[in-house]
Nanobody, 117 residues
């Protein structure tokens, strides 16, 4: 399974970015798509994920600022990030996985998000 993410970049604090990630759709059993991030020197953490049926989970830091959505027919997930803060800086990774089989867990290469103060 290939995941292709795009949309990162440099933005000032308070600005917005929209990340996109598309999978090749080669494994229809991958129910969950989501975004994780990793800041320098820190562990990778969940930002948000969404099931095929539309159930969403957000990290506390993302609630009220970030919005995740997906288009199942296009195997695509989006992350709209508003009111960005310098602490949102990091590499954002797209993820697609099955909740029933831990072997089916795939990652994109990551896209850099940098928020300047």
């Amino acid at each position: 399974v290939q995941l292709q993410a795009s949309g990162g970049g440099l933005v000032q604090a308070g600005g917005s970015l929209r990340l996109s990630c598309a999978t090749d759709g080669s494994d229809s059993r991958l129910n969950i798509m989501g975004w994780y991030r990793q800041a320098q020197g820190k562990q990778r953490e969940l930002v948000a994920d969404i099931t095929r049926g539309g159930t969403i989970k957000y990290a506390d830091f993302a609630k009220g600022r970030f919005s995740i959505s997906r288009i199942n027919a296009h195997n695509t997930v989006y992350l709209q990030m508003n009111s960005l803060k310098p602490e949102d800086t990091g590499v954002y990774y797209c993820n697609s996985r099955s909740p029933f089989d831990s072997r089916r867990n795939y990652w994109g290469k990551g896209t850099q998000v940098t928020v300047s103060s």
